[in-house]
């Protein structure tokens, strides 16, 4: 089993829809969770961070279930600017290294 | 704040021939340091990291080394570059897990 897998997508949604992604993790010991934004050619740029008790950021909700050992990412309203690949990210559990998933692709149509 | 930066932006070099990327941290000491690629269409790999000065992890074994000379600066070097040493290196510092990842801007290397 991966460490972390996401669905690659594409997911193709028009705009102000509503969109969500899961990822999973097999390292229960994992404490620190994130979304990341990877645009085409571009470096990975911080999202927001997943708290335990869920979080939201305008139109972006992030949700931990640790019992299950998954992540989800909501986006409401989605915007064209909202393209991009997203990356769900799960430290290791030891050390100072988090874990990349392969990213899920968002495609945003008029 | 924090900067981090990283060159050359593009690079084109032929097979055999040597490699040295650099990356420096700005506005922080101690960084935890990493070197990313990331292959056409692929994911994240992490290729080595550093928790201080002179202390190098590596996580894949390959023709690719890398040092630490000083507190916030990471080289990514080869000897003799492969074609499939390709893609997009990627430098990242934090200072916690907790605090994730910030990149830099990334090297795309084409090796002909």
């Known amino acids: 089993r991966k460490e972390v897998e996401q669905d690659p997508g594409p997911f193709n949604v028009p705009e102000g829809a509503t969109v969500a992604f899961n990822c999973t993790y097999s390292?229960?010991?994992?404490?620190?969770f994130f979304w990341y934004r990877q645009d085409c050619r571009k470096e990975p740029k911080l999202l927001m961070s997943?708290?335990?008790s869920g979080n939201e950021d305008g139109r972006f909700t992030a949700q931990l279930n640790r019992a299950s050992q998954y992540i989800s990412l909501l986006i409401r309203d989605s915007k064209l600017s909202d393209s991009a690949t997203y990356l769900c990210?799960?430290?290791?559990?030891?050390?100072?290294?988090?874990?990349f998933g392969t990213g899920t692709r968002l495609q945003v149509t008029l | 704040s924090q900067t981090i930066h990283q060159w050359p932006a593009t690079l084109v070099q032929p097979v055999g021939s040597p490699l040295s990327l650099e990356c420096t941290v700005e506005?922080?000491?101690?960084?935890?340091l990493y070197w990313y690629r990331q292959a056409a269409g692929r994911g994240l790999q992490l290729l080595f990291y550093?928790?201080?000065?002179?202390?190098i992890s590596s996580e894949v074994p390959q023709n690719l080394s890398a040092s630490r000379p000083q507190d916030r600066q990471f080289i990514l070097s080869s000897k003799k570059l492969l074609l499939s040493d390709s893609g997009f290196y990627l430098c990242?510092?934090?200072?916690?897990?907790?605090?994730?990842?910030?990149f830099g801007s990334g090297t795309r290397l084409t090796v002909v």
């Open positions: 550093s928790v201080g000065i002179g202390q």
């Open positions: 990210v799960v430290d290791t559990g030891t050390a100072s290294k988090l874990t």
């Open positions: 990242a510092w934090s200072v916690s897990r907790v605090a994730g990842y910030t």
């Open positions: 506005g922080t000491s101690n960084p935890n």
């Open positions: 390292n229960s010991a994992s404490q620190s």
């Open positions: 997943v708290y335990s």
